[in-house]
């Protein structure tokens, strides 16, 4: 007949131990999987915030003297299905008014603040402040509106993925 040894206390506590060291572990990278990925989200935020600033302005600033540059800058700073409508907009409505009324506009941010944030979308609510000329109006003529801005970080940059007038 075989006769079953029972563990030793020494031997159960170097198996206590090392399952605790495992656990340990585990939670230490999970842990530092969280802060690495909190980090990437904090730091789109703050290049968000820069990057809006120079976006937006290029998204929606013309001059009937140089509207073809313009359209390029434009849809340069966009991305995705943005991209395509604002290419339409600027060619279908933009251009034929910008010209004929000879317009000018210059978008420029006066607020930006993060409304969501992940590491590689970040949406931002806007406060523009426009400034138009136009043959009919040669006084610019400044105003106030507000837009959300979806960014998305692709190809190396931040485009503008989606702006929606408030």
Do not use: C
Request: proline share 5%.
């Amino acid at each position: 007949m075989i006769r079953l040894r029972r563990p030793r206390r020494r031997e159960l506590a170097v198996a206590a131990l090392s399952i605790a060291i495992a656990a340990s572990l585990t939670e230490s990278g999970l842990l530092l999987r969280d802060a690495q990925a909190t980090s990437a989200v904090s730091a789109a935020r703050d290049d968000t915030q820069e990057a809006v600033e120079t976006i937006v302005p290029r998204a929606l600033s013309y001059s009937y003297r140089t509207l073809p540059a313009d359209i390029a800058t434009a849809t340069g700073a966009a991305t995705g299905n943005f991209k395509q409508n604002l290419q339409a907009l600027m060619t279908q409505v933009v251009t034929p008014t910008a010209t004929g009324d000879q317009v000018t506009t210059k978008a420029t941010i006066t607020h930006a603040a993060v409304v969501e944030a992940r590491q590689d979308e970040v949406v931002l609510l806007v406060l523009l402040s426009p400034e138009s000329t136009s043959k009919s109006q040669p006084t610019p003529v400044v105003g106030s509106s507000s837009a959300r801005v979806q960014l998305q970080h692709t190809g190396g940059q931040w485009l503008a993925a989606d702006l929606q007038p408030l």
